[in-house]
């Protein structure tokens, strides 16, 4: 049973930076691993995703400013955010998907596991 823990949400400014971190646990190295966010009133949305060979997939929304990235050593999936905008407030989840295809990754539904998120919050 896979269990996924995020971390490090919190409140910035417009322009500011935050690490998202996601312990992940029971799931093995087969699985790709992503972020997804929702807002309230609003559906469920891919962030980022990164592949069991490595190959990442951006949001156009969060393209140049998010880089999604792994420690397999410590099992835990990063999400770096820079230049932060009001509209990236939300509740970010991170979530884990066996053999999934790289076409799919940016897909929630071939995501099996997901965490209870944690919330950022940008002002402007």
């Known amino acids: 049973q896979g269990q996924l823990v995020e971390s490090g949400g919190g409140s910035v400014q417009s322009g500011g930076a935050l690490r998202l971190s996601c312990a992940v646990s029971?799931?093995?190295?087969?699985?790709?691993l992503g972020w997804f966010r929702q807002a309230p009133g609003r559906k469920r949305e891919a962030v980022a995703a990164?592949?069991?060979?490595?190959?990442?997939a951006y949001a156009e929304a969060v393209e140049g400013r998010f880089t999604i990235s792994q420690d397999s050593s410590k099992n835990t999936l990063y999400l770096e955010m820079n230049n932060l905008k009001p509209e990236d407030t939300s509740m970010y989840y991170c979530?884990?998907?066996?053999?999934?295809?790289?076409?799919?990754?940016?897909?929630?539904?071939?995501?099996?596991?997901w965490g209870q998120g944690t919330q950022v919050t940008v002002s402007s």
């Open positions: 979530a884990a998907g066996l053999a999934v295809p790289s076409w799919m990754q940016l897909h929630d539904e071939v995501y099996h596991y």
């Open positions: 029971g799931v093995y190295t087969r699985y790709a």
């Open positions: 990164i592949n069991t060979d490595g190959t990442t």
